[in-house]
C-alpha cells in the first residue's frame, strides 16, 4: 500500500477544468444551522460522547427483517388473521366449544391450526433469510481508530458516530462519512455511486482544506472537532452541515459526504468520520420497508371468497329461515323431541334465540365452501414452485456461481402476468464493461468483429431468408433475370453473415483482453504501417493514448499495464491504444509518457506529451480536450467528443473523411456501439499563448459566472478541429441480452428501459439491444432550462405538453403499420411530466410507442414511473435492476427482480425473485411464469369447484333434517376431506402440471400472453367452475339419496342408515372431485398417479382403519366398510353412476372445446403427440417463428425492417427491369 | 481496466459450485411423464366405454329390481276406528290398538321375506334426535351412569335410565303378526340388525333399567331381562335414519309365499305418527344381490349410458362432418388472427 500511496501523490485536480477545482476563496460562509431538521451534533473522534443522550445516535446496524424473536408470534398472527377466511375460521374455532358448533371442537381447530402454522412456519423461513443476509452485512469489517492512532478492524454493526474510520480500495462504506483525507494530497477521491442512482461513472468527493493533514493513522491521535449538520433525511444530494475545528467553522457541501453504500474507487484509502449511521444514513432512508406484494390472481381470489361467502351467509340465511318455521310450527308436534323439555336453542317459544344461534351453527356447519385449505394448499405449491425455480439449473449462472432465487413464493403467478418490463440499464442489460470494437481511420473502416447485436440479428437473417423463399416466390417477378438478382443480394448477404458468424465464433476463444474486442490484421501488429494514411493512424493512436485522464497501474506479475479509468470508455481506449502500440506509462503533474512501438521492428520508443491544459468532459460540452506538446516542440490540441459535436467544429480541411465517417458511425451506431469521434488541432505557438493567458484567467476567476467563463474560454480553442476519425466502443451487454428481449418482445411484453446514465449513452444501449432502430422514429422530449421560477416552470410544462401532444398526434396520423416510435425522456423534464397534469398524457404517449428510455432519472423517479405505469395501465409491472438505485422500483412494481451475483445486495434483498442475468428472465418468465400462472389458476379453480361440490351437499341434506343443523358426514370424514384427501392431488396439480414442456414455452413465446391475457382466470371461467361444483353437489346427493333412502340397499334386507348414506355420499364426493382433476391434467409424471389414485385409495384405506377402532372413536363407522357397504353391490354401482355422471359434462365441454375452439396449447399438445414436430421439422421451425406477438422492437423486428427494406429495393430493382425489359423481348 | 490474476478464485469456484443445482429429471421438471389428449378416437371411445358399462349394468340393475316382490301396505289411517275423530286422543288413549290388514300377494315371494316398517315424516336426523344417546352406556355395564348427551331423557328421580335418551326413548312399538289360510307365519327377528352392533356396541351384559318410567311414556318398552345385545328392535331403531322418510327391518319371513297368498296381519298400532301427520307402512319385500325394488339405480345407468351413447354418436358426426385435422397448425390463434385479418 506505501508503494500506491507515493505513486499516487499526484495533484489530480491539476487535471480538472470544471469538476474539481478548489476555488481559492469561498463567499459562503458556515450555514447558519438553526431550527428543526438541523440538530445532529458529531463529536469527531470522540465516539464515547455518543454513547449517552442526548447524542445517542442509532446504531450502525441494518434490519431489514420483517419480524424479532419478539414481535414475530404477535405480528405475524395478525398478518394471518388479516385474511377474511381466517378469521371466520377463527370464529368457527372459538364457537365449536358451545353446544351450537355441529363440528367438535377438535375438528374445527386442528385444520385452522395447522394451516396457519404452515403460513407462519414459511414466514419465519423467509425472513429468517433475510436476517441472515443482514447478518453478513453488520458483519463487515472497517478499520477504526481505536485510539492512540491505532486503526483495528470493527464489524459494522458496531460503527458509532463520531468514529473515524479508514476505507479502503473498492470497499463500501460503513455509513455516511465526512470525508476528512485521502491518499491522494489533495484530499480527493473517487466514488462509485452505482448502487445509489445507478451511475457508472465515478464522481469525485474532495475533502476541506483544513482536514487535509489527517494523512496518516498517528494523525487521529489527537484530532478532535465537532460537526452540526441537518438531521436524517433521505435526500441524497444535499448536505448543509458546519464542521468545526480548532475554534474555526468551516461549511459542508454533499461532496465531502461519503454516503453509505457507495464505493470507494481509484483511490488507496480515504479517512472519514461517521455522521449517519444504520436507519439515519441516506441510503437507508431512501429505502422504504418493502411492501408486501400480492398476485393479481390472489387478490381475485378474494373475491371469490367474498362471493362464496356471500353464498353461504344466503344458505346459512335460508337455512335460518328453514329452521325457523320448521322449528315453529312443526317441532312441537314432533313428540320425540320432547318439544315440552327442549334447550332454548331449539325452543319455539323463543324463537328469536332459537333462530339466531341456528344462524351461527349454520355459518359454521357450510363453512366447507369456503377452502381453509386453500391459503395453505397454495402456499405449499408456491414453495414448491419455488423450489422449482430455484433448482433450474437453466438459470444458474455458471460464472459467478449464482442460481435463481425466488425470495418471496407469492408472486409466481405473477410471473407469467407481466405486461411492461422496466429495466434498469447498467449492471442489468449490460456489464458495465466497454470492449473497443471497432474504428475508422481516414475514412477506412477497420475491425471485423462484430458487436452482440450483429451477431444475433445475423442468424435471424440467416434463419429467416431461408424461410422467406417461399414468401419472397410470391413477388411478381417478372422473368428470370430478376429473380437472380434477388438471389444475388440474398447470397451475398448470406454470404457476409456467414463471416460475420464464424470470425465471431473465432473470437472466442482467442480473445481474452478485457476492454478489447478488436480484431484486424490491418492495424495489428504493426502493420498499420503499411496502410495508406499513416500519419492519420498515428495521429489516432496517439489521440487515444494521450487524450484522457486515466491514470496507469503497473501490474507487477505480468509486467503490463493496467489503467484506473474515470469512465470504462476510457478504460478501453487505453487497452486499445496498448495494443496498437501505443502504451501509455506514466503520468507525471504535467506530463504523459507513452511507450510507442512505431516501427515493425517492434522497437519501442518511450515518448513524452507535455500536458499542457487538459480541458475536461461534461456532459453538457459531451467533449474533452488535451492540450500538448510532443517531443518535437508541436502543439496538438487533442479531442475527442460526440460526432454531432466534433462535427460542428471541424475545419473546412478537416472534413476530408466526413462523409466516410459519418456514414460508418450510422454503421456503428446501428450496431449498436458506443461512438466517438476523435479529432486534433495544431497549434501555433502564439495562438496558444494568448489563449493560455484568458484560460488562466478565467481558471483563477472566482463566482457564479467561472464555470460559464471556462466553457466559452475552452470552446475558442476546440474549434477548426481536423477529423482523424471515430472509434466505437461496445458496451458490453450481459449475455444473452438482446437475445432475451427479442423473446421478450416476441412474447408480447413491453419494455422500458430507465437508466441513471446521460441520454447518449441509453441511447446507444438501446440501439445494442434492438429497444431501437434505424429507422424508427425517436420522440425525444427535453428541456433545456434550469431554473426553478414559477412562472418558468409553467412555461416548460407547456412546452412538454406541447411536444407530448405533436408527438401523439404524429403517432396518430403516421399511415405506415411498420412504423415504430421510440420515446426518450430525460430526468429533469421527467420530473414535470410526472406531475398530476401531464403524467396521463405522457403515459398515453408511451404506450403508443413501442419503446421508452428515460435516462437520468433518480431512484425516486424510477420508482413514480413504475408506479405510473403500473396504475396507469392497470397491467402488471415487472421491474429489474441490479443497484440500490433500483430498489424503490423495485419495491414499486408488481414484481421486483434483482440482478445477483454483483456486488451491493440491496436490489436483491429488495426484490421478489433475484437472477444472475438479465437473459435469465426469459426463462423466468415465459417457462417458469407461464407454468405457474396456469397452475395456480387452475388449482384455485378446481379448490373452488370441489369445495362447493362438497360443501353444497351438507346443505342439501340440512333440509332433510328439518334443519337442525346435522351433518351426514362424520366429523373425520370433514377434517380430513380438505387436509389429506383431496389436497395432495391439487398440489400435485399445482406443482408439476405443464401444458406444453419448457422448451415449446420458449419456441412459442406467444403462449405467454394466455396469462396477460388472463384466459384461464377470468370470471367466466371461475363461475363455470362453480357452476360444476353446483352441478356435481346436486348430482352426489340427489343420486346417492333417492338409490338410498329407503330401499334395502343389500341382499340380508337391511336399510342404509345415516352413516351408510353419508359414506356413500362421501365415497362418491372423493371419486368424483379425484377423477374431476384427473381431467383437468394434462401431464401425469408418476406422481400425479400415486397421488390422484392413493388419494382415492387412502380413503378407502382410512375407512378401513376407521372401522377396526374400536365403537368409542368410530362410533357409527364401526365396520361400517367391511360389514356394510363393502358387500353391498349397490354401494359400487352408486360410485360409479356418481362419479361418471358427475364428470360427463366437463368431459363434454373440453371435447367440443378442443373439436371447435382449440386453444393454442391444444395444438402444441397435439402436434406432439402426433409427433409431427419431428416429421415436419419444417412446419414446427415455421410456427414457432410465427408464435410471437407483432413487436416493433428486438432484433427481429430490426431484422423484418431490414428485409422490407431489402424487398423495396427489389421492387425499385423489379419496376427498373421492367423498364428494361422491352430491350429483353 | 485490471485483467485478473488466474487462478486467484480457485477455492471460491469451489464454494460456488455447491450452490450449483443438482440436475435430476425430478428437479429439472423433466420427469416422464403420460400426456394424454383428448383424440376424437379417445373421446369416441370414450363415451363408447362408458356406454359399454352402463347399458348392461342398467339392464342388470333393472331385471334384478324387478325380481323383487314388495307389498307395501299404508295402515295408519285405516288402523283408526272410524268413531274415534281425534286421532291423536285415540292414540294417546288406552283403547285396544288391534288393527286387522288383509295383503295380497301379487306374485310369488321367495323366502326370505323382509318384513319393515316405514314411517315418514319422522326426522330421526334431527341433530338434537341423533345427539341424544350414550353409547358408553349401551356398550359397557360399567358405565351405566354415564348419560351425557341423553337429556331430558337422561335420568328420573335422579336414577339413570338405560337405554337413555330421546333415540331409544321413542322405540317404535308396533308389533305385527302374519297369518295364512289361518296358519302362523312366524316372523324371525333375529338377525335383523348388524352383527358388529351386537357384538361391539350394545353390551351382551346391558341390561335396560329404568326404562320407560318417566312422567311420558314414548315408545316400546324393553324386557329388562333381555341384554341390549339381544333387543335387535332398539339395536335397528338406535340406527337412525338419514332422511325423515324411512324404513326399518322389524324381522324376516322364512317362508315362501305363494301367488295368490292372502296374508292377514294383526298389528298392535301403538306407535303415534298422528301427531306429526307421518304415515306408517307395513312393507313385506324380497331382495335380490342388489338389495330392494329400487328401479331408479336401472334407470339412471341406462339413461346415462344411453346419453354417453348418444353423445358418442353426436361426436363422430361432428368429426364426420367437421374434421379438424389434429394437430392443424392452421387453427393457432396467430395464423387465424393472419385469417381473420
Known amino acids: 500500500?506505501?508503494?500506491?500511496?507515493?505513486?499516487?501523490?499526484?495533484?489530480?485536480?491539476?487535471?480538472?477544468?470544471?469538476?474539481?477545482?478548489?476555488?481559492?476563496?469561498?463567499?459562503?460562509?458556515?450555514?447558519?444551522?438553526?431550527?428543526?431538521?438541523?440538530?445532529?451534533?458529531?463529536?469527531?473522534?470522540?465516539?464515547?460522547?455518543?454513547?449517552?443522550?442526548?447524542?445517542?445516535?442509532?446504531?450502525?446496524?441494518?434490519?431489514?427483517?420483517?419480524?424479532?424473536?419478539?414481535?414475530?408470534?404477535?405480528?405475524?398472527?395478525?398478518?394471518?388473521?388479516?385474511?377474511?377466511?381466517?378469521?371466520?375460521?377463527?370464529?368457527?374455532?372459538?364457537?365449536?366449544?358451545?353446544?351450537?358448533?355441529?363440528?367438535?371442537?377438535?375438528?374445527?381447530?386442528?385444520?385452522?391450526?395447522?394451516?396457519?402454522?404452515?403460513?407462519?412456519?414459511?414466514?419465519?423461513?423467509?425472513?429468517?433469510?433475510?436476517?441472515?443476509?443482514?447478518?453478513?452485512?453488520?458483519?463487515r469489517k472497517v478499520h477504526h481508530h481505536k485510539g492512540d492512532g491505532v486503526f483495528g478492524p470493527r464489524m459494522w454493526q458496531n460503527i458509532m458516530v463520531g468514529d473515524v474510520v479508514k476505507v479502503e480500495k473498492d470497499k463500501f462504506f460503513p455509513a455516511d462519512l465526512l470525508l476528512l483525507s485521502s491518499s491522494y494530497e489533495d484530499g480527493i477521491c473517487y466514488v462509485e455511486t452505482m448502487n445509489l442512482d445507478g451511475e457508472t461513472n465515478l464522481k469525485v468527493k474532495r475533502s476541506l482544506e483544513s482536514t487535509l493533514f489527517l494523512d496518516s493513522d498517528e494523525a487521529f491521535k489527537d484530532f478532535a472537532g465537532t460537526i452540526r449538520c441537518e438531521d436524517p433525511n433521505p435526500n441524497l444530494y444535499t448536505f448543509v452541515g458546519n464542521f468545526e475545528h480548532e475554534r474555526q467553522v468551516y461549511p459542508l457541501d454533499p461532496s465531502q459526504i461519503l454516503l453509505r453504500d457507495s464505493k470507494l474507487r481509484n483511490t488507496e484509502y480515504i479517512y472519514g468520520v461517521v455522521i449517519f449511521t444504520g436507519h439515519d444514513s441516506k441510503v437507508m432512508q431512501n429505502s422504504t420497508r418493502s411492501p408486501s406484494k400480492r398476485s393479481t390472481i390472489e387478490e381475485k381470489m378474494d373475491y371469490i371468497i367474498y362471493t362464496l361467502f356471500t353464498v353461504l351467509i344466503f344458505i346459512s340465511i335460508i337455512s335460518s329461515i328453514g329452521f325457523?318455521?320448521?322449528?315453529?310450527?312443526?317441532?312441537?308436534?314432533?313428540?320425540?323431541?320432547?318439544?315440552?323439555?327442549?334447550?332454548?336453542?331449539?325452543?319455539?317459544?323463543?324463537?328469536?334465540?332459537?333462530?339466531?344461534?341456528?344462524?351461527?351453527?349454520?355459518?359454521?356447519?357450510?363453512?366447507?365452501?369456503?377452502?381453509?385449505?386453500?391459503?395453505?394448499?397454495?402456499?405449499?405449491?408456491?414453495?414448491?414452485?419455488?423450489?422449482?425455480?430455484?433448482?433450474?439449473?437453466?438459470?444458474?449462472?455458471?460464472?459467478?456461481?449464482?442460481?435463481?432465487?425466488?425470495?418471496?413464493?407469492?408472486?409466481?403467478?405473477?410471473?407469467?402476468?407481466?405486461?411492461?418490463?422496466?429495466?434498469?440499464?447498467?449492471?442489468?442489460?449490460?456489464?458495465?464493461?466497454?470492449?473497443?470494437?471497432?474504428?475508422?481511420?481516414?475514412?477506412?473502416?477497420?475491425?471485423?468483429?462484430?458487436?452482440?447485436?450483429?451477431?444475433?440479428?445475423?442468424?435471424?437473417?440467416?434463419s429467416d431468408l431461408e424461410d422467406d423463399d417461399s414468401d419472397l416466390s410470391n413477388f411478381p417477378l417478372p422473368n428470370k433475370k430478376g429473380h437472380v438478382s434477388w438471389e444475388n443480394v440474398g447470397v451475398a448477404e448470406e454470404y457476409e453473415l456467414e463471416t460475420v458468424v464464424t470470425s465471431k465464433g473465432d473470437e472466442d476463444e482467442k480473445h481474452a483482453i478485457k476492454g478489447f474486442g478488436f480484431e484486424d490484421d490491418r492495424l495489428m501488429n504493426g502493420n498499420w504501417l503499411q496502410e495508406p494514411n499513416t500519419d492519420d493512424i498515428l495521429l489516432f493512436f496517439r489521440i487515444l493514448a494521450v487524450c484522457h485522464t486515466a491514470i496507469p497501474e503497473l501490474n507487477e506479475e505480468t509486467g503490463s499495464f493496467t489503467y484506473e479509468a474515470e469512465s470504462p470508455d476510457e478504460g478501453a481506449f487505453l487497452v486499445a491504444a496498448r495494443e496498437f502500440g501505443f502504451e501509455f506509462c506514466r503520468r507525471t503533474q504535467s506530463s504523459i509518457f507513452t511507450r510507442e512501438r512505431i516501427s515493425t521492428s517492434g522497437k519501442v520508443v518511450e515518448?513524452?506529451?507535455?500536458?499542457?491544459?487538459?480541458?475536461?468532459?461534461?456532459?453538457?460540452?459531451?467533449?474533452?480536450?488535451?492540450?500538448?506538446?510532443?517531443?518535437?516542440?508541436?502543439?496538438?490540441?487533442?479531442?475527442?467528443?460526440?460526432?454531432?459535436?466534433?462535427?460542428?467544429?471541424?475545419?473546412?480541411?478537416?472534413?476530408?473523411?466526413?462523409?466516410?465517417?459519418?456514414?460508418?458511425?450510422?454503421?456503428?451506431?446501428?450496431?449498436?456501439?458506443?461512438?466517438?469521434?476523435?479529432?486534433?488541432?495544431?497549434?501555433?505557438?502564439?495562438?496558444?499563448?494568448?489563449?493560455?493567458?484568458?484560460?488562466?484567467?478565467?481558471?483563477?476567476?472566482?463566482?457564479?459566472?467561472?464555470?460559464?467563463?471556462?466553457?466559452?474560454?475552452?470552446?475558442?480553442?476546440?474549434?477548426?478541429?481536423?477529423?482523424?476519425?471515430?472509434?466505437?466502443?461496445e458496451d458490453k451487454l450481459q449475455k444473452g441480452v438482446p437475445d432475451c428481449i427479442d423473446k421478450l418482445a416476441q412474447a408480447g411484453l413491453k419494455i422500458w428501459v430507465l437508466t441513471g446514465d446521460k441520454m447518449e449513452t441509453a441511447i446507444n444501449i438501446g440501439f445494442s439491444c434492438s429497444l431501437l432502430r434505424q429507422g424508427m422514429k425517436q420522440i425525444c422530449i427535453t428541456t433545456n432550462s434550469d431554473t426553478e421560477s414559477n412562472d418558468v416552470k409553467q412555461a416548460i410544462k407547456d412546452n412538454i405538453l406541447n411536444q407530448i401532444t405533436n408527438a401523439t398526434q404524429m403517432i396518430k396520423l403516421e399511415k405506415d403499420p411498420h412504423a415504430a416510435f421510440a420515446l426518450i425522456i430525460d430526468g429533469k423534464t421527467l420530473t414535470y411530466t410526472l406531475e398530476d397534469d401531464l403524467k396521463h398524457k405522457f403515459l398515453g404517449l408511451a404506450v403508443d410507442c413501442a419503446s421508452v428510455i428515460c435516462c437520468r432519472v433518480s431512484p425516486k423517479q424510477k420508482a413514480l414511473v413504475t408506479r405510473l405505469v403500473k396504475e396507469g395501465t392497470g397491467k402488471t409491472t415487472l421491474a429489474i435492476g441490479d443497484g440500490a438505485n433500483d430498489v424503490g422500483m423495485i419495491q414499486e412494481a408488481d414484481i421486483g427482480v434483482g440482478i445477483s451475483g454483483v456486488e451491493g445486495m440491496q436490489a436483491v434483498m429488495a426484490s421478489d425473485f433475484s437472477i444472475a442475468q438479465f437473459r435469465f428472465l426469459e426463462r423466468l418468465l415465459v417457462v417458469h411464469g407461464h407454468w405457474c400462472y396456469k397452475r395456480i389458476a387452475q388449482m384455485i379453480c378446481y379448490f373452488f369447484y370441489k369445495n362447493i361440490a362438497f360443501g353444497l351437499t351438507i346443505f342439501y341434506f340440512e333440509a332433510f333434517t328439518g334443519f337442525s343443523g346435522q351433518s351426514v358426514y362424520d366429523d373425520w370424514y370433514m377434517i380430513l376431506f380438505n387436509v389429506c384427501l383431496t389436497s395432495l392431488p391439487v398440489i400435485s396439480l399445482g406443482v408439476f402440471e405443464q401444458d406444453v414442456p419448457s422448451d415449446v414455452c420458449l419456441q412459442f413465446p406467444a403462449l405467454y400472453q394466455q396469462g396477460p391475457k388472463n384466459l384461464f382466470f377470468d370470471w367466466y371461467r371461475i363461475l363455470g367452475w362453480m357452476a360444476n361444483g353446483l352441478y356435481s353437489s346436486i348430482v352426489i346427493f340427489l343420486l346417492t339419496v333417492t338409490i338410498l333412502y329407503d330401499h334395502p340397499f343389500r341382499e340380508d334386507g337391511q336399510t342404509a342408515d345415516m352413516a351408510a348414506v353419508g359414506t356413500t355420499m362421501f365415497t362418491c364426493i372423493i371419486w368424483a372431485v379425484n377423477v374431476q382433476i384427473a381431467l383437468t391434467m394434462s401431464h401425469f409424471t408418476w406422481i400425479q398417479h400415486l397421488f390422484i389414485w392413493g388419494s382415492i385409495m387412502t380413503w378407502y384405506v382410512f375407512l378401513t382403519i376407521y372401522g377396526m377402532l374400536s365403537p368409542e372413536y368410530s362410533k357409527n363407522a364401526y365396520h361400517l366398510l367391511v360389514e356394510a357397504l363393502g358387500p353391498a353391490p349397490i354401494y359400487w354401482s352408486t360410485t360409479l353412476l356418481v362419479t361418471v355422471t358427475c364428470n360427463l359434462p366437463y368431459l363434454i365441454h373440453i371435447s367440443l372445446q378442443r373439436c371447435f375452439n382449440p386453444m393454442d396449447h391444444h395444438i402444441i399438445q397435439e402436434i406432439k403427440h402426433y409427433k409431427k414436430d419431428i416429421e415436419d421439422q419444417h412446419m414446427w421451425i415455421r410456427e414457432s417463428s410465427k408464435a410471437r406477438q407483432e413487436t416493433k422492437i428486438g432484433f427481429t423486428a430490426r431484422v423484418e425492417a431490414k428485409i422490407r427494406q431489402l424487398k423495396g429495393k427489389l421492387q425499385r430493382k423489379h419496376s427498373f427491369l421492367t423498364i428494361m425489359s422491352p430491350v429483353h423481348k | 481496466m485490471a485483467t485478473n490474476s488466474a487462478g486467484s478464485n480457485d477455492p471460491t469456484v469451489n464454494r460456488r459450485q455447491t450452490k450449483r443445482p443438482k440436475y435430476s429429471k425430478f428437479t429439472q421438471q423433466e420427469l416422464p411423464a403420460c400426456k394424454p389428449i383428448l383424440t376424437p378416437q379417445a373421446v369416441i371411445s370414450a363415451f363408447l366405454i362408458v356406454t359399454a358399462i352402463f347399458i348392461p349394468i342398467g339392464v342388470a340393475s333393472l331385471i334384478a329390481s324387478r325380481d323383487v316382490v314388495e307389498i307395501v301396505d299404508r295402515y295408519e289411517a285405516a288402523c283408526v276406528p272410524s268413531n274415534w275423530t281425534d286421532k291423536i286422543a285415540y292414540i294417546q288413549s288406552g283403547a285396544d290398538k288391534t288393527c286387522k290388514r288383509e295383503l295380497h300377494v301379487e306374485k310369488r315371494m321367495k323366502s326370505p321375506i323382509y318384513v319393515y316398517y316405514q314411517l315418514d315424516n319422522f326426522y330421526q336426523n334431527h341433530r338434537r334426535y341423533v345427539k341424544s344417546r350414550n353409547d358408553e352406556q349401551l356398550r359397557?355395564?360399567?358405565?351405566?351412569?354415564?348419560?351425557?348427551?341423553?337429556?331430558?331423557?337422561?335420568?328420573?328421580?335422579?336414577?339413570?335410565?338405560?337405554?337413555?335418551?330421546?333415540?331409544?326413548?321413542?322405540?317404535?312399538?308396533?308389533?305385527?303378526?302374519?297369518?295364512?289360510?289361518?296358519?302362523?307365519?312366524?316372523?324371525?327377528?333375529?338377525?335383523?340388525?348388524?352383527?358388529?352392533?351386537?357384538?361391539?356396541?350394545?353390551?351382551?351384559?346391558?341390561?335396560?333399567?329404568?326404562f320407560q318410567n318417566g312422567t311420558i311414556k314414548g315408545g316400546a318398552s324393553l324386557n329388562e331381562t333381555i341384554p341390549l345385545s339381544q333387543q335387535e328392535d332398539l339395536i335397528v331403531w338406535m340406527r337412525t335414519a338419514a332422511l325423515?322418510?324411512?324404513?326399518?327391518?322389524?324381522?324376516?319371513?322364512?317362508?315362501?309365499?305363494?301367488?295368490?297368498?292372502?296374508?292377514?296381519?294383526?298389528?298392535?298400532?301403538?306407535?303415534?305418527?298422528?301427531?306429526?301427520?307421518?304415515?306408517?307402512?307395513?312393507?313385506?319385500?324380497?331382495?335380490?344381490?342388489?338389495?330392494?325394488?329400487?328401479?331408479?339405480?336401472?334407470i339412471a345407468y341406462l339413461s346415462v349410458g344411453g346419453l354417453s351413447f348418444f353423445l358418442a354418436m353426436a361426436f363422430a358426426i361432428v368429426y364426420f362432418v367437421k374434421p379438424r385435422q389434429l394437430g392443424d397448425p392452421s387453427y393457432l390463434s396467430w395464423n387465424r388472427n393472419a385469417a381473420g385479418q
Open chain 1, 607 to 729: 515518448r513524452e506529451y507535455k500536458l499542457l491544459n487538459l480541458l475536461d468532459f461534461t456532459s453538457k460540452r459531451k467533449r474533452m480536450s488535451v492540450i500538448v506538446r510532443d517531443e518535437e516542440g508541436q502543439l496538438f490540441l487533442l479531442c475527442k467528443g460526440a460526432d454531432s459535436i466534433i462535427f460542428d467544429r471541424l475545419s473546412k480541411n478537416g472534413k476530408i473523411y466526413l462523409e466516410a465517417t459519418t456514414m460508418h458511425l450510422n454503421d456503428y451506431g446501428e450496431a449498436g456501439l458506443r461512438t466517438l469521434a476523435l479529432a486534433y488541432r495544431r497549434l501555433e505557438e502564439k495562438e496558444y499563448s494568448d489563449w493560455n493567458d484568458e484560460f488562466q484567467k478565467a481558471k483563477a476567476a472566482v463566482g457564479a459566472d467561472r464555470d460559464a467563463m471556462l466553457e466559452r474560454v475552452s470552446e475558442m480553442m476546440e474549434k477548426e478541429l481536423i477529423l482523424v476519425g471515430a472509434t466505437a466502443i
Open chain 2, 244 to 298: 325423515p322418510t324411512f324404513r326399518k327391518l322389524y324381522g324376516k319371513i322364512e317362508v315362501d309365499l305363494e301367488k295368490g297368498d292372502v296374508i292377514n296381519v294383526v298389528l298392535q298400532n301403538n306407535y303415534n305418527t298422528y301427531s306429526f301427520s307421518g304415515k306408517k307402512k307395513l312393507v313385506l319385500s324380497t331382495t335380490s344381490w342388489l338389495g330392494g325394488k329400487n328401479d331408479f339405480l336401472g
Open chain 1, 324 to 462: 325457523i318455521v320448521k322449528t315453529k310450527y312443526q317441532t312441537p308436534t314432533w313428540w320425540y323431541l320432547r318439544p315440552d323439555s327442549i334447550e332454548s336453542q331449539y325452543d319455539p317459544q323463543k324463537i328469536g334465540v332459537a333462530g339466531l344461534s341456528h344462524l351461527v351453527t349454520a355459518l359454521i356447519l357450510y363453512g366447507y365452501l369456503i377452502p381453509i385449505s386453500l391459503y395453505v394448499s397454495i402456499e405449499v405449491v408456491k414453495v414448491l414452485q419455488a423450489t422449482f425455480i430455484n433448482q433450474d439449473i437453466h438459470m444458474y449462472d455458471e460464472e459467478t456461481g449464482t442460481p435463481a432465487d425466488a425470495r418471496t413464493s407469492n408472486l409466481n403467478e405473477e410471473l407469467g402476468q407481466v405486461d411492461t418490463i422496466l429495466s434498469d440499464k447498467t449492471g442489468t442489460l449490460t456489464c458495465n464493461q466497454m470492449d473497443f470494437l471497432k474504428c475508422s481511420i481516414a475514412g477506412t473502416p477497420y475491425g471485423v468483429c462484430s458487436s452482440e447485436v450483429e451477431v444475433a440479428a445475423a442468424k435471424q437473417i440467416a
Open chain 2, 140 to 210: 359397557d355395564a360399567g358405565k351405566g351412569n354415564s348419560t351425557s348427551g341423553c337429556d331430558p331423557e337422561s335420568n328420573v328421580d335422579g336414577v339413570p335410565i338405560v337405554p337413555c335418551g330421546l333415540i331409544a326413548w321413542s322405540m317404535f312399538n308396533d308389533t305385527y303378526s302374519f297369518s295364512r289360510n289361518n296358519n302362523n307365519v312366524t316372523v324371525n327377528k333375529k338377525g335383523i340388525s348388524w352383527k358388529s352392533d351386537r357384538d361391539h356396541k350394545f353390551g351382551s351384559d346391558v341390561f335396560p333399567k329404568n
Open chain 1, 1 to 139: 500500500m506505501a508503494h500506491g500511496r507515493i505513486r499516487a501523490r499526484l495533484r489530480r485536480s491539476h487535471f480538472y477544468t470544471f469538476g474539481c477545482l478548489r476555488p481559492t476563496t469561498t463567499d459562503e460562509g458556515p450555514h447558519p444551522l438553526q431550527g428543526p431538521g438541523f440538530s445532529r451534533t458529531v463529536h469527531c473522534n470522540q465516539p464515547e460522547i455518543h454513547e449517552r443522550r442526548p447524542l445517542y445516535y442509532c446504531k450502525n446496524d441494518i434490519s431489514t427483517t420483517k419480524y424479532n424473536v419478539l414481535t414475530f408470534f404477535p405480528k405475524a398472527l395478525f398478518e394471518q388473521f388479516r385474511r377474511v377466511a381466517n378469521i371466520y375460521f377463527l370464529l368457527a374455532a372459538c364457537l365449536s366449544a358451545s353446544p351450537i358448533s355441529p363440528f367438535s371442537p377438535l375438528s374445527m381447530i386442528a385444520p385452522l391450526a395447522f394451516v396457519v402454522g404452515l403460513s407462519m412456519a414459511k414466514e419465519a423461513l423467509e425472513d429468517s433469510r433475510r436476517f441472515v443476509q443482514d447478518v453478513k452485512v453488520n458483519h
